[in-house]
């Protein structure tokens, strides 16, 4: 069993800046793939970015990509994800998921939230303009 834990979420004004850390505990943390979600009021969940930990390759959405970068601690078992240039429509709970076993894959395979096992609590990020 896995546990997610989510923190650094809050508010900030447009154009500024945030910082998502997701602490992992419970199994050794080896193949797996570690993402990133939100879900604003009224929408449906849409990924955001993912990360292999194995190769530490990256993947974002559109909507972040040159806005956010996701990264690893190996050390610490946590996966961030720095948020720059923040926007209005940024503004969701974050969820942080981990997808156990899956050292390699593709966006299209990382922005299902179905292929991932194990979620966080979530924190919310409210962007205001």
């Known amino acids: 069993q896995v546990q997610l834990v989510e923190s650094g979420g809050g508010s900030v004004l447009a154009g500024g800046s945030l910082r998502l850390s997701c602490a992992a505990s419970?199994?050794?943390?080896?193949?797996?793939?570690m993402g990133w979600f939100r879900q604003a009021p009224g929408k449906e969940r849409e990924f955001v970015s993912a990360?292999?930990?194995?190769?530490?390759?990256?993947y974002y959405s559109d909507s972040v990509k040159g806005r956010f970068t996701i990264s690893r601690d190996s050390a610490k078992n946590s996966v961030s994800l720095q948020m720059n240039s923040l926007k209005p429509e940024d503004t969701a709970v974050y969820y942080c998921?981990?997808?156990?076993?899956?050292?390699?894959?593709?966006?299209?395979?990382?922005?299902?939230?179905?292929?991932?096992?194990?979620w966080g609590q979530g924190t919310q990020v409210t962007v205001s303009s």
């Open positions: 998921a981990a997808d156990a076993d899956r050292s390699y894959g593709s966006i299209n395979y990382f922005k299902s939230s179905r292929n991932y096992d194990y």
């Open positions: 419970g199994r050794p943390f080896t193949n797996y793939a």
């Open positions: 990360l292999t930990w194995t190769d530490g390759a990256t």
